[in-house]
């Protein structure tokens, strides 16, 4: 079992919806990471976050740290949120990040 | 502030010959991480270096070797390429004092 987990591998939708991307993680983390990553591989981070909730334009993330588990929201999505979108820890004592395999998300319009 | 550069951005190599590739950290940071992504996969830590010391490694190979200068840019050296070593290769820098890590673009190496 990977230590980091997402769920879906892939989503579509269509323009306009509401979008939910989960990830679980069995390990101790001092920090989570939302990344994006377009076709061509260049990574963007979107959010770092140890608790609480945090939004950035149409973007959400939120973190349960007893539960171990984060969501990344997209409200009113758009074709150009199309990429995959990955989650990755950062664990306690060091610096490396563990990732997740990604969601490929596919929004249509 | 260009952000976190890489070089080359696509390189095709033939088995067993030699690899280098290079990064830039963004203005501030001090730490650059190495990771390795194959197809469909999530990134895999390779290492990371701080005061031009390796401080973490992760399983990979001794042909992985890395070196960080004064300025705090880096290197990866792959040696002995397999058809495997093909990847999109990430460096990831941040700062000591704040772990948020900020990509590169990627270095794509195709192995023939």
């Known amino acids: 079992k990977n230590e980091v987990e997402q769920s879906p591998q892939n989503l579509t939708a269509q323009e306009g919806e509401f979008i939910t991307i989960n990830c679980s993680y069995s390990v101790g983390i001092s920090a989570l990471h939302w990344l994006q990553q377009h076709p061509g591989g260049g990574i963007v981070s979107l959010f770092m976050l140890s608790s609480g909730k945090k939004k950035h334009g149409r973007l959400i993330a939120t973190i349960n740290i007893q539960e171990k588990h984060s969501s990344l929201h997209i409200t009113a999505s758009h074709p150009r949120d199309s990429a995959v979108y990955i989650c990755a820890v950062g664990s306690y004592n060091t610096d490396k990040l563990i990732f997740g395999t990604g969601t490929r998300l596919q929004v249509f319009p | 502030d260009a952000g976190v550069t890489q070089s080359p951005t696509h390189l095709i190599k033939t088995r067993g010959q030699q690899v280098t590739l290079r990064c830039s950290p963004k203005?501030?940071?001090?730490?650059v991480s190495w990771y390795q992504q194959a197809l469909g996969q999530g990134p895999q830590f390779i290492f990371q270096y701080y005061e031009e010391e390796e401080r973490q490694r992760g399983n990979f190979p001794d042909r992985f070797s890395g070196h960080q200068f004064p300025n705090y840019s880096s290197e990866l050296n792959v040696n002995a390429l397999l058809l495997g070593d093909s990847a999109l290769y990430l460096c990831?820098?941040?700062?000591?004092?704040?772990?948020?890590?900020?990509f590169g673009q990627g270095t794509r190496l195709t192995v023939v």
């Open positions: 203005s501030g940071h001090d730490t």
């Open positions: 990831a820098s941040s700062s000591l004092m704040n772990t948020e890590a900020f």
